[in-house]
């Protein structure tokens, strides 16, 4: 059973870059042929997806968020990290990760975290 467990600051200041870890068990973010991602569902709207890094180290990003979002992975902790930087109130939302079978949700999200609250306000 693959589990997921986001984690981070549950607020952060405007202008400041969020930083936020996923911590995966039960499974190898190596494995072929898997995709992990990065999702957020601000109040009151749809999920949203941010950012992929895929078994092999590829990366695969929302081209609205690009300018200021960054995946990477740490294979020997088999973690990936999302980093958001320039961070408005518009970012406030629960951030999940996820594994699927691709880079998007068209593929499918199999296993995703419980989700991390984070806020942006000063």
């Known amino acids: 059973q693959v589990q997921l467990q986001e984690s981070g600051p549950g607020l952060v200041k405007p202008s400041q870059t969020l930083s936020l870890i996923c911590t995966v068990s039960g499974g190898s973010i190596t494995t072929n042929y898997y995709y992990w991602s990065w999702i957020r569902q601000p109040p009151g709207k749809g999920l949203e997806w941010m950012a992929a890094?895929?078994?092999?180290?590829?990366?695969y990003y929302n081209p609205s968020l690009k300018t200021h979002t960054s995946i990477s992975r740490d294979t020997s902790k088999n973690q990936f990290s999302l980093q958001l930087s320039s961070v408005t109130p518009e970012d406030t939302a629960v951030y999940y990760c996820?594994?699927?079978?691709?880079?998007?949700?068209?593929?499918?999200?199999?296993?995703w975290g419980k989700g991390t609250q984070v806020t942006v306000s000063s």
């Open positions: 890094t895929a078994y092999d180290g590829s990366t």
């Open positions: 996820a594994r699927g079978a691709g880079q998007s949700f068209s593929y499918g999200m199999d296993y």
